[in-house]
């Protein structure tokens, strides 16, 4: 997963690491899971979460307090950047596809 250098500096002093790569791919995936699950309890739910790990979640912060206005498909659409809206919509799609998928096998 990517981690920005900022970002990484803060979930190091959270798990403790005086010494990490941000390209070990051990280190990222547990530093991005660990974002995650800190970015979905922050904001209720894998759609704000992924705006908030594509765009950052000031910029979300921001968003939200100029375009937010109580319907999450509009605001999706007002979204300044075109990436977090894309990468937003890649996540639910799949989030549901395995959802489904789980339903007729385990996974």
């Not at 309890?41 to 000031?58: C, D, E, V």
Request: proline share 5%.
């Amino acid at each position: 997963m990517q981690i920005m250098g900022p970002t990484g500096k803060e979930i190091a002093k959270g798990m403790n690491l005086n010494s990490y790569s941000l390209f070990d791919p051990e280190v990222s995936i547990e530093m991005g899971a660990r974002f995650l699950r800190y970015l979905v309890a922050s904001h209720g739910n894998l759609q704000w979460a992924s705006i908030a790990y594509n765009g950052g979640p000031g910029n979300l912060r921001k968003w939200k307090r100029n375009h937010y206005r109580g319907d999450f498909n509009h605001f999706l659409e007002e979204l300044p950047l075109k990436e977090p809206r894309d990468y937003c919509r890649i996540v639910s799609s799949n989030y549901y596809n395995y959802q489904n998928l789980r339903k007729y096998k385990r996974l």
